[in-house]
Structure formats: structure tokens, C-alpha cells
């Protein structure tokens, strides 16, 4: 199991411009094998943008990103989209097709692709056309297609934003699953609830620019950059009374 | 009007009364537009995948060729094959001219730019759709080709079908190449043109209510099939 060293992660100067807008600027970032960061920021701030570039599916327009040390792209990753990309099979076929393109045969791929879909709740759903489930079940679904790779990084863009409450916290106990089994967890969210209780670490976004990476309770008690501080003071009432877990 | 009516009437009787004659030249339409469509499917469906999703020299190039050639005049198609295939052309030895090998070649030759040009348009709006998801979970852009064939199934259902029809529909070139020979080469197309001539209409007739019925019902069945696979697979 044990393959290439893939850590640290490195993003060094990346830039990225997308129709003449540009959507990232000069970030700096490095992530450590285990680590667990949320990438906060407003709209538009170039989170997803950063997370894709990171994933290898856009190339940077400047800088680079290295996985220890080299610019090939690493293969021990996977990443769920804020929306996620279902081929018209069942539920279970789209994990099994993941972990077919991976290599992964016999009846291994079944029960591997049995047990990931379990693990997100939707068990009952398995023999459904994927394309037909809703919203919030493609999305559980997304998460057990990534995680039945075993990745050793996952990028969750935004991965409770279209589930019920129930749900989120279904969901948010897997992602706790995937970092126990020693996963690095890269994830957006504007639930900050969410990103408070499950990451180590906040990078906050700004207009396409990092303002600050800071351990997750000095973040929100006492922002390091004024955009954060904004940010937050905006952001928290809203974050209250949206539909989170549990309080804090 | 009523000798078009009683050759009407005649034309059912023909159909009905299992004329033997009008039912083999029906078998042999349809064996060769079946065979041209698939052979002009099993190259067209991969060839427009593999245009839709690689970048290469002269991409746009192909791609106006293949839209130019959906207009492809049968007869220079046939006139073409002819050539080929005559005894002094470079395919002469083969000895098929005038053979329903010669009709499956030029029917499959007009059908292919047709499935082909329809196949990357409609990959090429998957890819646009699909090409992250694929690209995260490790799949390469040639690997990506009949997995996307594949979820696009009842769309290309209505390709094939249309490709078939073309072929079933086809007659200049058939006629070129094929040569109308009775009991050899005369397909539904070809014995329209030539019974009409000649003034058998009954016969004329019968072959172009089966023509058109297998048309609509071709259609009929695609349409039933995407409206099905639209409400299972979304
Ligand atoms: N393909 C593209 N072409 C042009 N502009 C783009 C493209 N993709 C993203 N952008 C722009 O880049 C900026 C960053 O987009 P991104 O999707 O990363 O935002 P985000 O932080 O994820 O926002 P949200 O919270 O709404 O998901 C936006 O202004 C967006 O309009
Ligand atoms: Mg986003």
C-alpha cells in the first residue's frame, strides 16, 4: 500500500488566470501528510479555483505545485466537486468505475465499492440510476466514489452545502473517518461550524489572494489579516442560524 | 386517380400476400443497411469520441470536413466507389462491383461522416461536462472515449438509427454500384426508381409504404427510447 513519499505538498507562487480574470494570486502554501485545513473565504474568492489547481486539473498560469519535491502529478488523490459529475449507471457502478479505473479488480472492487457507499448512508440507494438521486445524495455519493480510492490527500469542495442537517453530520463523520485513517483533508466550506470542528488549520482566501493561514481557535477568535476580520464579523450571524449540527 | 387507387390497392395485396419477390428485395435492403450501419457505427462512434476529446494539428480542419462531408452527394460517393472497384481500379481484383458487398462499401462510405460528425458533437458536450470528474478519478482523455460512448448510449441510439435510415434510404450510389440486378443487387430504393420507369407501380408502391413504415418506426423507436432513458437515468 505504502507507495511514493507524496508529502509535503507544495503550491509555491501559483497564479492562475481564467478568461482574463484572475482567479488565484501568487499563493504560497505547504501541506503536511495528516494535516487538516479549511480553506475559508467569501464568494469568488478563488477556493474552488485553489483546490483544482492543487488537484492537478488546471494548469497554473505562474508558479507550481509540487508533491514532494516533483511536478508529477501525484495519483494517491482524490477530490469531490462542489458539483459532482455522475455517469448514467447505478450508484454503485460509479464507485466500482472509480476504483475500476484505479486498478483495483475482482471482487475486492464490489465489496470495496459496497462498503464505501455504506459508510456514507446510502446503502438502500446502491441500485439507483446515480443521475436520478438528489443533490444531496450525489454528493454522499461523491464522497464514498473519493473515498473508496483511499487517497492519502482528499480535496472536499464544499462538501456539506446542499444537505439537510442530518446529512451534513453524516457527513461530517466521514470526513473524521477519512482524516482517522490518516487521510490529509484540503476542504472549502462557508459552514464555519463545520470547519472549526473538523480542521486544524484555516487558509483564508481574499480576492484570489492567502491572508492568512492560522491554527483553527486563534482564527476565530482573533483573525491575523482585516479581510478575515471582516469576514467573520459578516459571516457569523449568518453561519448561526444556518442549518449546522450541532451549536458551538 | 383511379389507377392510382387500384395500384394502390394491388401494392397491399402484394405486401399482405407475402409477394415473394417484393419480400427479398425487402431482406436484402435491410441486410445491407444494417451491415453498413454497423460497420459505419463500429468507425464513426470511436473516430468522432476520439476527435471530440483530443487536441491535435488540424482538429478544426476534421471537423469541417466531417460536417462537410454529412452532405456528402451519393452519387459521387458511388461514382467513387465504382472507380475503385472496377476492374481496372486499384480494388478491381476483389471482383465485388455489382454485388451487395459494393452496396455495403458505398453505404457504409455515406454513412460514416454522419455517425461520425454526430458522435463529436455529442461527446464533445459530455467531455465539456464531464472532463474534471474523469480526469480526477484517473481516467485519461482516450480512456474517457467509451466511457463516454457508453453514458451517451440512448443518444447514439438515435446516430444509429439514422444512420440506418440514410443507408436504407440511399439510392444513387446503390444504383451505381449495385447495378439493380434481379434477385442480386435490387434493394427498395433502386426498384422504386426503376419499377416507376417501367410503370409497375403496384410494385413501386408496395416497397414505399415498407420503406416509410420502417422510417417512422425507426423514429418512433428512438424517440420512445430516449424519452425512457430520460426518466430512468436522467
Ligand atoms: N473558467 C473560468 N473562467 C473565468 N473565470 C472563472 C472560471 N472559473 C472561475 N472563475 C472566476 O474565478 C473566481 C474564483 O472562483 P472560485 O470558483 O474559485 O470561487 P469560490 O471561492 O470557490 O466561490 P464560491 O464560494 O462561490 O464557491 C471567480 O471570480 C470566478 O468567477
Ligand atoms: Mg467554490
Same mark, same amino acid.
Given at each position: $500500500?505504502?507507495? =511514493?513519499?507524496?508529502?509535503?505538498?507544495? !503550491?509555491?507562487?501559483?497564479?492562475?488566470?481564467?478568461?482574463?480574470?484572475?482567479?488565484?494570486?501568487?499563493?504560497?502554501?505547504?501541506?503536511?501528510?495528516?494535516?487538516?485545513?479549511?480553506?475559508?473565504?467569501?464568494?469568488?474568492?478563488?477556493?474552488?479555483? /485553489?483546490?483544482?489547481?492543487?488537484?492537478?486539473?488546471?494548469?497554473?498560469?505562474?508558479?507550481?505545485?509540487?508533491?514532494?519535491?516533483?511536478?508529477?502529478?501525484?495519483?494517491?488523490?482524490?477530490?469531490?466537486?462542489?458539483?459532482?459529475? $455522475?455517469?448514467?449507471?447505478?450508484?454503485?457502478?460509479?464507485?466500482?468505475? !472509480?476504483?475500476? $479505473?484505479?486498478?483495483?479488480?475482482?471482487?475486492?472492487?464490489?465489496?470495496?465499492?459496497?462498503?464505501?457507499?455504506?459508510?456514507?448512508? /446510502?446503502?438502500?440507494?446502491?441500485?439507483?440510476?446515480?443521475?436520478?438521486?438528489?443533490?444531496?445524495?450525489?454528493?454522499? /455519493?461523491?464522497?464514498?466514489?473519493?473515498?473508496?480510492?483511499?487517497?492519502?490527500?482528499?480535496?472536499?469542495?464544499?462538501?456539506?452545502?446542499?444537505?439537510?442537517? =442530518?446529512?451534513?453530520?453524516?457527513?461530517?463523520?466521514?470526513?473524521?473517518?477519512?482524516?482517522?485513517?490518516?487521510?490529509?483533508?484540503? $476542504?472549502?466550506?462557508?459552514?464555519?461550524?463545520? !470547519?472549526?470542528?473538523?480542521?486544524?488549520?484555516?487558509?483564508?482566501?481574499?480576492?484570489?489572494?492567502?491572508?492568512?493561514?492560522?491554527?483553527?481557535?486563534?482564527?476565530?477568535?482573533?483573525?491575523?489579516?482585516?479581510?478575515?476580520?471582516?469576514?467573520?464579523?459578516?459571516?457569523?450571524?449568518?453561519?448561526?442560524?444556518?442549518?449546522?449540527?450541532?451549536?458551538? | 386517380?383511379?389507377?392510382?387507387?387500384?395500384?394502390?390497392?394491388l401494392a397491399l395485396s402484394l405486401i399482405a400476400g407475402g409477394d415473394a419477390e417484393l419480400w427479398r428485395i425487402v431482406a436484402l435492403s435491410l441486410e445491407v443497411s444494417l451491415a453498413s450501419a454497423v460497420f459505419a457505427c463500429a468507425l464513426g462512434l470511436p473516430l468522432g469520441g476520439?476527435?471530440?476529446?483530443?487536441?491535435?494539428?488540424?482538429?478544426?480542419?476534421?471537423?469541417?470536413?466531417?460536417?462537410?462531408?454529412?452532405?456528402?452527394?451519393?452519387?459521387?460517393?458511388?461514382?467513387?466507389? +465504382?472507380?475503385?472497384?472496377?476492374?481496372?481500379?486499384?480494388?478491381?481484383?476483389?471482383?465485388?462491383?455489382?454485388?451487395?458487398?459494393?452496396?455495403?462499401?458505398?453505404?457504409?462510405?455515406?454513412?460514416?461522416?454522419?455517425?461520425?460528425?454526430?458522435?463529436?458533437?455529442?461527446?464533445?458536450?459530455?467531455?465539456?461536462?464531464?472532463?474534471?470528474?474523469? #480526469?480526477?478519478?484517473?481516467?485519461?482523455?482516450?480512456?474517457?472515449?467509451?466511457?463516454?460512448?457508453?453514458?451517451?448510449? +440512448?443518444?447514439?441510439?438515435?446516430?444509429?438509427?439514422?444512420?440506418?435510415?440514410?443507408?436504407?434510404?440511399?439510392?444513387?450510389?446503390?444504383?451505381?454500384?449495385?447495378?439493380?440486378?434481379?434477385?442480386?443487387?435490387?434493394?427498395? #430504393?433502386?426498384?422504386?426508381?426503376?419499377?416507376?420507369?417501367?410503370?409497375?407501380?403496384?410494385?413501386?408502391?408496395?416497397?414505399?409504404?415498407?420503406?416509410?413504415?420502417?422510417?417512422?418506426?425507426?423514429?418512433?423507436?428512438?424517440?420512445?427510447?430516449?424519452?425512457?432513458?430520460?426518466?430512468?437515468?436522467g
Amino acid at each position: $500500500m505504502a507507495s =511514493a513519499p507524496l508529502f509535503p505538498l507544495e !503550491a509555491r507562487g501559483l497564479t492562475v488566470v481564467l478568461g482574463g480574470h484572475t482567479a488565484i494570486e501568487r499563493i504560497d502554501f505547504v501541506l503536511d501528510a495528516g494535516a487538516r485545513i479549511a480553506v475559508l473565504g467569501p464568494n469568488g474568492a478563488g477556493k474552488s479555483v /485553489l483546490l483544482r489547481v492543487l488537484h492537478g486539473l488546471i494548469a497554473p498560469s505562474a508558479g507550481e505545485v509540487l508533491w514532494a519535491g516533483s511536478a508529477a502529478r501525484a495519483r494517491d488523490q482524490a477530490m469531490v466537486f462542489q458539483r459532482p459529475v $455522475m455517469l448514467r449507471r447505478s450508484a454503485l457502478a460509479n464507485v466500482e468505475f !472509480a476504483l475500476a $479505473m484505479n486498478g483495483v479488480r475482482g471482487p475486492e472492487r464490489r465489496a470495496r465499492a459496497r462498503d464505501a457507499i455504506e459508510r456514507v448512508g /446510502l446503502s438502500s440507494l446502491a441500485a439507483r440510476s446515480a443521475r436520478v438521486l438528489s443533490g444531496g445524495e450525489q454528493q454522499r /455519493l461523491a464522497l464514498a466514489r473519493a473515498w473508496s480510492l483511499r487517497p492519502r490527500v482528499i480535496f472536499l469542495d464544499e462538501p456539506t452545502a446542499s444537505l439537510d442537517p =442530518a446529512a451534513a453530520s453524516e457527513v461530517e463523520r466521514v470526513i473524521g473517518e477519512i482524516h482517522a485513517a490518516g487521510t490529509a483533508i484540503v $476542504m472549502t466550506t462557508h459552514h464555519l461550524g463545520l !470547519a472549526r470542528r473538523v480542521a486544524d488549520e484555516i487558509v483564508f482566501l481574499h480576492e484570489g489572494r492567502l491572508t492568512e493561514r492560522t491554527a483553527v481557535e486563534r482564527f476565530f477568535n482573533a483573525p491575523q489579516s482585516p479581510e478575515a476580520a471582516r469576514f467573520l464579523k459578516g459571516e457569523l450571524p449568518w453561519n448561526k442560524s444556518s442549518p449546522e449540527p450541532s451549536a458551538d | 386517380m383511379h389507377d392510382i387507387l387500384s395500384s394502390f390497392a394491388l401494392a397491399l395485396s402484394l405486401i399482405a400476400g407475402g409477394d415473394a419477390e417484393l419480400w427479398r428485395i425487402v431482406a436484402l435492403s435491410l441486410e445491407v443497411s444494417l451491415a453498413s450501419a454497423v460497420f459505419a457505427c463500429a468507425l464513426g462512434l470511436p473516430l468522432g469520441g476520439l476527435v471530440a476529446v483530443r487536441e491535435f494539428p488540424g482538429r478544426r480542419v476534421v471537423i469541417v470536413a466531417l460536417n462537410a462531408l454529412l452532405g456528402l452527394p451519393s452519387v459521387v460517393v458511388g461514382l467513387v466507389v +465504382y472507380l475503385l472497384l472496377s476492374r481496372a481500379g486499384p480494388l478491381g481484383s476483389l471482383g465485388i462491383l455489382f454485388t451487395p458487398r459494393a452496396i455495403v462499401l458505398a453505404q457504409t462510405l455515406l454513412v460514416l461522416p454522419i455517425v461520425a460528425a454526430l458522435a463529436r458533437q455529442f461527446v464533445e458536450d459530455a467531455w465539456h461536462e464531464y472532463r474534471e470528474q474523469l #480526469t480526477s478519478l484517473g481516467v485519461s482523455a482516450v480512456r474517457a472515449v467509451p466511457t463516454l460512448l457508453w453514458d451517451l448510449r +440512448y443518444s447514439l441510439l438515435t446516430v444509429v438509427l439514422a444512420g440506418f435510415g440514410r443507408a436504407a434510404s440511399e439510392v444513387g450510389a446503390v444504383m451505381i454500384v449495385g447495378g439493380n440486378i434481379d434477385g442480386v443487387t435490387r434493394v427498395m #430504393t433502386t426498384a422504386i426508381a426503376l419499377e416507376t420507369s417501367k410503370g409497375d407501380l403496384p410494385l413501386a408502391l408496395g416497397l414505399g409504404v415498407i420503406l416509410l413504415s420502417m422510417v417512422l418506426a425507426l423514429n418512433a423507436a428512438a424517440y420512445a427510447i430516449r424519452e425512457w432513458s430520460a426518466r430512468h437515468h436522467g
